[in-house]
């Protein structure tokens, strides 16, 4: 382990220990605290290597003008941007600059492989190739992919942190691909690193990238509202398993009751309407319901749920979708821009966004 390594493991280790006392009444301690240290680590290692691929493929392609190093170089901020998120969630740059300039890293591995890999591409385009490749198979073996004929545990310390997982498992996918296109340049590509059994298995499948476009999934979970009508809103539910949608919209009469009505709880022309269904893509078609005939805190009467109308739940990115909705009955339609009410969980969402080469 290098000097670079174990500088950051030692920082993490003592703030660490030193947090039972310091987070006595805190209620919200760093989330580094969550995750396991060698995790932490790992999650700045990734950072380091997706800066080393963006820079060898940058250096690639200016000297050889090649399509698929330009391509390749011009992917990896997002998936920088991906692990970026990471480490500010988990607040792992608390414990020193994740830099992003070019040719920059945290750990010493990655400068020296930088001007090994970068001298040896610049002989040839064939040795451009290998080198970049070499890169993608550090990353599977890394990631724990080497034989993709086996359901990879890509980030086997995560064990409990599903958005890590999701990350790394996305990345790994990411490998394969490209270097399976990196592969296709060479006549006869052997392994550099991995197994040539598993390169073999690796290039034997047609690799496609992942779904482009943005897409409904749990990090979308979340308390939404228009701010033009701030005091109604959305509690939205995603659940990925059943690509189902569960959204609760708390809204009020279309007019105002006469003043002599009154209401024990709340006002009387406050109204909860629920609305189900499930998506595809970015997109939810739902079944507006209402709750009518439940009392406060009471199992009888049972309240009946009664089909209103429908709803539409578009999302457009992480943070913004709106809402469309059909009530019959009532003669109302209409559409409702919608944000999230507070911007914390907008992460979660991001980490599952497929990254695309």
């Not at 500088?7 to 209620?27: D, H, K, R, V, Y």
């Not at 708390?250 to 909860?272: I, K, M, N």
Request: charged share 20%.
């Amino acid at each position: 382990m290098n000097k670079v390594s174990i500088i950051l493991i030692s920082a993490l280790s003592l703030f660490l220990c030193a947090q039972p006392t310091a987070l006595i009444g805190n209620p919200d301690p760093p989330r580094t605290t969550w995750i396991d240290l060698y995790v932490a680590f790992q999650v700045v290692w990734m950072h380091d290597q997706e800066r080393l691929a963006m820079d060898l493929n940058q250096v690639f392609s200016d000297k050889w003008g090649e399509p698929l190093f330009a391509s390749l170089a011009a992917s990896k901020p997002q998936y920088m941007d991906k692990l970026m998120y990471l480490i500010d969630w988990y607040e792992i740059s608390a414990f020193g600059e994740i830099s992003n300039e070019p040719r920059v890293y945290t750990d010493e591995r990655h400068a020296a492989a930088f001007a090994e890999l970068s001298a040896r591409g610049v002989r040839s385009v064939e040795d451009a190739y290998l080198a970049a490749a070499y890169v993608e198979e550090w990353n599977i073996l890394e990631y724990g992919g080497g034989n993709p004929e086996v359901e990879a545990d890509a980030c086997d310390y995560c064990e409990g942190i599903q958005l890590l997982t999701d990350a790394f498992k996305d990345l790994l996918s990411v490998a394969y691909f490209n270097l399976a296109k990196l592969a296709s340049q060479v006549d006869d590509y052997s392994a550099q690193i991995l197994s040539q059994a598993d390169v073999d298995a690796i290039l034997a499948q047609a690799w496609q990238p992942p779904e482009i476009g943005f897409f409904i999934n749990g990090g979308l979970t979340d308390v939404w509202y228009d701010p033009a009508t701030s005091g109604q809103g959305f509690f939205i539910a995603v659940y990925e398993k059943s690509a189902t949608v569960f959204l609760s919209w708390l809204t009020y009469d279309t007019d105002l009751p006469d003043p002599g009505v009154s209401a024990h709880l709340g006002a009387a022309c406050q109204r909860w309407l629920t609305a189900q269904g499930h998506y595809d893509g970015a997109l939810a078609d739902l079944v507006i319901y209402s709750a009518n005939g439940g009392v406060f805190d009471a199992s009888q009467p049972v309240p009946v749920l009664e089909p209103v109308g429908f709803m539409t739940l578009q999302f457009d990115d992480c943070n913004s979708g709106t809402v469309s909705y059909n009530l019959p009955g009532l003669g109302e339609s209409g559409s409702i821009p919608i944000q999230r009410l507070a911007a914390d969980n907008a992460v979660v969402c991001k980490v599952k966004i497929p990254v695309v080469p």
